[in-house]
């Protein structure tokens, strides 16, 4: 697949596909625009200054999906219980645990997802503890477009979510003592 190119100063209107990143060395690394920006005619002289004489433009293609809408088709198929996500940022969505607890995945369903081309879900190992807050999993598409074949058939594949986080139960406990020999000293306590 080719993606429509458009030279900077014709670029007025457009809407970008991708993040554009600007570097300073030492000083900034971030997007200067997002996916999804409008060039303005005030963007084009920043956008030379960073070497992009050529742009990537949205150029919708039938039977094909951006990275971002995939991503979050991937995030839908696998996200159970218990677990947040972060935003979408170049195809790629975090998966967050919303609690204390183990990590339980269909771990086949999950090895058929991956056997997908170009579709990634990273995990971390299935029954693991993890803390609120803590990474979970990431997914991806690799291509900046994928076909949506790819999706359809991982769609088909995955009947339930694949991912969930089982929370700590908190239980309470209690002692019994019968006898106060130990108290005493009569006996020496061996409890550890």
């Known amino acids: 697949m080719k993606l429509k ?12 596909c991708h993040d554009v990143t600007k570097i300073v060395p030492g000083e900034f690394k971030g997007p200067l625009f997002r996916k999804g920006h409008i060039v303005r005619e005030e963007d084009i002289p920043k956008l030379l200054d960073i070497g992009k004489d050529i742009l990537y433009v949205w150029e919708d ?3 094909y999906i951006h990275e971002n809408d995939a991503a979050e088709r991937l995030k839908n198929l696998i996200m159970g219980d218990n677990i947040d996500v972060s935003l979408v940022k170049e195809g790629k969505i975090n ?5 204390d607890g183990v990590l339980k995945m269909d771990t086949e369903a999950l090895y058929q997802l991956n056997m997908i081309d170009e579709v990634i879900v990273a995990t971390k190992p299935n029954f693991m503890f993890l803390k609120k807050g803590d990474l979970i999993a990431g997914t991806r598409v690799i291509p900046l477009m994928i076909k949506e074949d790819k999706l359809l058939k ?22 019994v003592t019968t006898g106060n ?12």
């Open 5 to 16: 190119t458009i030279k900077t100063v014709d670029a007025v209107g457009q809407v970008l």
């Open 61 to 63: 293609i039938e039977g």
């Open 154 to 175: 991982a769609e088909s594949i995955i009947k339930e979510k694949v991912i969930h986080m089982i929370p700590l139960k908190v239980k309470k406990v209690g002692m």
């Open 95 to 99: 998966l967050i645990s919303k609690v």
């Open 181 to 192: 020999e130990v108290y005493y000293g009569r006996i020496k306590d061996k409890f550890k």
